[in-house]
């Protein structure tokens, strides 16, 4: 069993940046490739970023390559989003979500996720 907690969003002006963190407890939260997704008002829960379980590999949607970066640090079981150049489009609910073996885009492959963390991108 894996537990994961977000922090770090808020209420940010576009153009920001700002970083947010993924804790996991439980040994074996360096096992699994650890992903962002997010989820808008109204819309599906959509894929952001991924990492492999060694951080030697990373994925991102199209809509954020370039402005998102995904890290981990397996010695603090924790994993961070940071994000530049936020939009007001960026502005979604986002969630840490954990997975067996590769990386993913599908949220249905994800075996464990947390509660999420709201970031608002507004003037």
């Known amino acids: 069993q894996v537990q994961l907690v977000e922090s770090g969003g808020g209420l940010v002006q576009p153009g920001d940046s700002l970083k947010l963190s993924c804790a996991g407890s439980g040994r074996t939260f360096n096992a699994y490739a650890v992903h962002w997704f997010r989820q808008a008002p109204g819309k599906e829960r959509d894929f952001v970023a991924a990492?492999?379980?060694?951080?030697?590999?990373?994925n991102y949607a199209d809509s954020v390559k370039g402005r998102f970066t995904i890290s981990r640090d397996n010695a603090k079981n924790t994993a961070y989003l940071q994000m530049g150049s936020l939009k007001p489009e960026d502005t979604a609910v986002y969630y840490c979500?954990?997975?067996?073996?590769?990386?993913?885009?599908?949220?249905?492959?994800?075996?464990?996720w947390g509660k999420g963390t709201l970031v608002t991108v507004s003037s």
């Open positions: 979500a954990t997975s067996w073996g590769p990386m993913s885009t599908n949220a249905g492959r994800m075996n464990f």
């Open positions: 990492i492999t379980y060694s951080g030697g590999s990373t």
